[in-house]
């Protein structure tokens, strides 16, 4: 049983939302709020672990009284507000954010995207083909997982995690100025001659699939990747003592990948490089 560490009560703010009465923790933010009501705000570089960066701008809502949008992921709930989330100007506002970004990188592997260019009738298309922000080949240089930077967006949700907000190695950044702004390690050199502990939280956080295991690209090259036939078995990591909560994604009987449960109060998400990659022996069956 997992143990929930109990938070010290906090107030109810109460605003308008849609044109209906909503009450919120104090501090929740707007997005909170919307997804407690069952709205469906679309975002890409929220993430539920680590401090809203506000670059992908998706989630943007109209606050009444405000004179720009306001992103929803870190706009805080205010007493007596009064927000709009489905307005023309928000959905405006979505639709070109959606078609600049599919117009420049591939979401083909981002959760979800296909479903609000539909929505939003965005049409990246019309940006042309030298709209591509980067054409490259996929940076496959260790064993463990895959640098795809055309499917990058930017969204600083690496260099978070593996900074200050959760690994502290710091050893992925951000490269170059403007147009020619990058993610990469240090001197933009291969994986292994970096700083990186490969503990793959970045690849945990990452909404594009711009970073992703080994096993997966292979699979997904091959053909053969199908989240629709795994199962998802949740567990404790047996390396050592702390008690990391590992999940096992298992697809034809071997585990393709594994993640951490990023409400468990000892990893938050994260692993160390034996819980996120050390599972091979597990399904060595001679």
Not at 39 to 56: I, Q, R, S
Not at 197 to 219: H, Q, R, W
């Amino acid at each position: 049983m997992t143990a929930i560490p109990l938070q010290p009560p906090r107030r109810l703010v109460e605003f308008t939302l849609d044109g209906q009465a909503a009450r919120v923790p104090e501090g929740a933010t707007i997005l909170d709020a919307c997804r407690a009501a069952g709205k469906d705000v679309p975002t890409l570089c929220e993430g539920d672990t680590l401090t809203p960066k506000n670059a992908c701008r998706v989630c943007v809502v109209e606050v009444e009284g405000a004179r720009t949008l306001a992103p929803a992921c870190s706009r805080r709930a205010e007493p007596g507000m009064s927000v709009r989330t489905d307005t023309e100007r928000t959905r405006h506002s979505r639709k070109v954010v959606l078609e600049l970004l599919a117009s420049s990188v591939d979401l083909s592997t981002t959760p979800k995207v296909a479903g609000w260019l539909k929505e939003y009738a965005a049409k990246p298309e019309r940006f042309g083909a030298d709209a591509a922000r980067l054409n490259e080949e996929p940076k496959v240089d260790n064993d463990l997982y895959v640098r795809d930077y055309d499917k990058c967006i930017l969204c600083y949700k690496c260099v978070d995690a593996c900074g200050e907000q959760w690994q502290n190695t710091f050893a992925i950044a951000v490269a170059g100025r403007g147009f020619d702004a990058r993610i990469a390690v240090e001197h933009d050199a291969p994986l292994t001659d970096s700083a990186c502990v490969y503990c793959g939280n970045c690849i945990e956080v990452c909404p594009t699939g711009a970073l992703s295991f080994k096993s997966e690209f292979d699979m997904r090259a091959a053909g053969t990747w199908d989240e629709s036939a795994q199962t998802e078995t949740t567990t404790v990591c047996a390396y050592c003592g702390v008690g990391c909560n590992l999940t096992l994604h298992v697809q034809d009987n071997d585990i393709v990948k594994v993640t951490s449960p990023h409400d468990n109060p000892v990893t938050h998400g994260n692993l160390c490089i034996k819980g996120r990659f050390g599972y091979q022996h597990v399904q060595n069956r001679d």
